[in-house]
C-alpha cells in the first residue's frame, strides 16, 4: 500500500509563517497629546515643533513620528483630546434656579481649562479656515460641551417655570463662550468669576426676564435677600 503524500493545496503545508513586528505602544498618548496641547497654547501652530512636544512629553522624537507622521495630524488628535469625556447632563448643577446653576458651574479649574483651550484655538486661527476637520474637532472640544450645558440649563429653567417658553435659549447658550473668546482672544483679558458673573446678571438673566438678584449665588453662601415685609398700616383697608 502506498502513502500517500500531502495534498499539494492543503493549506497547513502553503502557509508562511506569520510575522509579527512589535505591537505599538499607545499608553504614552494621553501624555504626549497633554504636552502637544501645552505648546500649542503657549507657542501657537506655527511656533509649534514636534521637537518642543516630544522634550514636553519626555519622549522620543521617533517615537511621535510613528504615531502622527505630521504636525498636523498631532494637532487634530490633540485637539480633539481636549473635550475631556462626554458631557453627563445628569451632573450638571440643580440649585433650583437658572441664577443658582449657572453660578455653579464656575469653578477655579473650569476656568484655567477654558481660558487654556482659548488659547489653543487662538493658536490655530490661521489654519481653522483651511481645514474644515480641524474647525469641527475644535468646535466638539472647546465650544459645543459648555453650549450644551447652558442651552440644558437654560431648557430646563423653562420647564420648571422660571422662564418664559419664548426665552431665545439656543443664543442665549452661547453668550458666555462667545463673550470668553472676545475677551481672552482679542482683549487679552483673563476670564474670571467676576467677569462670568457679570454675563449671567448683566446679560443672560435681564434676557429671559430675572433679574440679577433671582437666584443664590452658590459661592456666596447667601441666600438672595428678601424683600421687607408690608406695613400692615398701608396695606389695611
Known amino acids: 500500500m502506498t502513502q500517500l503524500g500531502p495534498a499539494e493545496d492543503d493549506p497547513a503545508e502553503e502557509a508562511e509563517p506569520v510575522k509579527l513586528g512589535r505591537r505599538r505602544d499607545h499608553t504614552r498618548d494621553p501624555d504626549i497629546l497633554a504636552a502637544a496641547v501645552d505648546v500649542l497654547a503657549e507657542c501657537g501652530y506655527d511656533g509649534m515643533t514636534i521637537d518642543m512636544v516630544a522634550s514636553r512629553a519626555k519622549a522620543g522624537k521617533a517615537t511621535l513620528y510613528r504615531r502622527w507622521p505630521s504636525k498636523g495630524e498631532l494637532v487634530i488628535d490633540a485637539v480633539a483630546c481636549m473635550k475631556n469625556g462626554d458631557l453627563n447632563l445628569s451632573q450638571l ?7 443658582g446653576d449657572l453660578i455653579a458651574m464656575i469653578k477655579p479649574h473650569s476656568i484655567e481649562d477654558g481660558e487654556k483651550k482659548l488659547r489653543v484655538i487662538a ?29 440644558f440649563l437654560l431648557r430646563r429653567a ?21 463673550m470668553a473668546s472676545m475677551r481672552v482672544l482679542f482683549e487679552r483679558k483673563p476670564v474670571n468669576r467676576d467677569f462670568l458673573i457679570s454675563l449671567i446678571d448683566g446679560v443672560i438673566l435681564p434676557a429671559v426676564g430675572l433679574g440679577a438678584g433671582s437666584g443664590a449665588d452658590p459661592g456666596s453662601g447667601s441666600a438672595p435677600e428678601a424683600p421687607p415685609a408690608a406695613d400692615p398700616a398701608v396695606t389695611a383697608h
Open 158 to 178: 423653562i420647564e420648571r417655570g422660571e422662564i418664559s417658553p419664548t426665552s431665545d435659549v439656543d443664543n442665549l447658550a452661547t453668550v458666555t463662550t462667545a
Open 93 to 99: 448643577p440643580d440649585t433650583g434656579t437658572l441664577r
Open 123 to 151: 493658536g490655530l486661527m490661521s489654519l481653522l479656515a483651511h481645514s474644515p476637520e480641524l474647525a469641527e474637532t475644535a468646535r466638539l472640544s472647546v465650544v459645543e460641551p459648555r453650549v450644551t450645558a447652558h442651552r
